[in-house]
């Protein structure tokens, strides 16, 4: 019998924002044992849903009790599958990783680990995203099942808090980009609506031009 999670946030950004930041979170100085990401599989189907597969490399040191049970050398690489899929319409991003590797001799992927996230657009807060997520750790390895899940819900949680210090500084970076933009616009928008000064004669209108 394995164990559970669950946890909710709420992150004080726009779905679309954090959207973006979702795929634009690695690499970030709070994910570092995050070593590789590549798309697998993506597709828009008919219904304007986004459907990806990606794989992820991602590397863990071992705790010390472990260390005579399991060479260190064999710990560093856990491959994990990442499914995603992103409702534009209603604005949910949906998102199922799992370790694959878990039935070798690797502590790290000695434990299953299941995780689903739902991110959506906060009802009582339209500016906001909701975070719902829930985990599910399992290890089937004989007399160590239950230090191993105890284990693997504790740097679960660590990893999360890491992982939420990710996803802040993407969307940091992606609103920082966004400022200038709308600072243009502000200006370009000001300048158009600068009144004429006065006794100034109308500027005549441009004829378009029909063969451009």
């Not at 993407?170 to 609103?175: C, E, F, G, R, S």
């Not at 006065?198 to 005549?204: E, F, I, K």
Request: charged share 20%; hydrophobic share 35%; aromatic share 10%.
């Amino acid at each position: 019998m394995g164990r559970y999670f669950y946890s909710e946030a709420h992150i004080k950004s726009p779905w679309h924002q954090v959207l973006a930041a979702f795929w634009q979170r690695y690499p970030n100085p709070y994910s570092t044992h995050v070593l590789t990401e590549d798309v697998l599989y993506r597709e828009v189907t008919p219904t304007n849903l986004l459907l990806s597969r990606r794989l992820l490399t991602k590397t863990n040191p071992l705790p010390g009790w472990a260390e005579p049970l399991f060479p260190s050398h064999m710990a560093r690489a856990v491959y994990v599958l990442e499914d995603s899929i992103v409702d534009p319409e209603a604005n949910t991003l949906v998102t199922k990783t799992w370790n694959l590797n878990h039935n070798t001799l690797m502590f790290e992927s000695s434990q299953m680990v299941v995780e689903r996230c739902m991110f959506e657009q906060d009802g009582s807060q339209p500016t906001w995203t909701k975070l719902k997520r829930e985990a599910w750790i399992s290890s089937s390895v004989y007399g160590l099942s239950r230090p191993i899940q105890e284990f693997g819900v504790s740097r679960y949680k660590s990893n999360q808090t890491e992982a939420m210090k990710g996803l802040d500084y993407a969307l940091t970076k992606i609103q920082s980009e966004e400022l200038p933009h709308l600072h243009g616009d502000q200006e370009e928008s000001s300048e158009k609506h600068k009144p004429r000064p006065p006794n100034a004669p109308p500027t005549p209108a441009k004829k378009p031009n029909q063969f451009a």
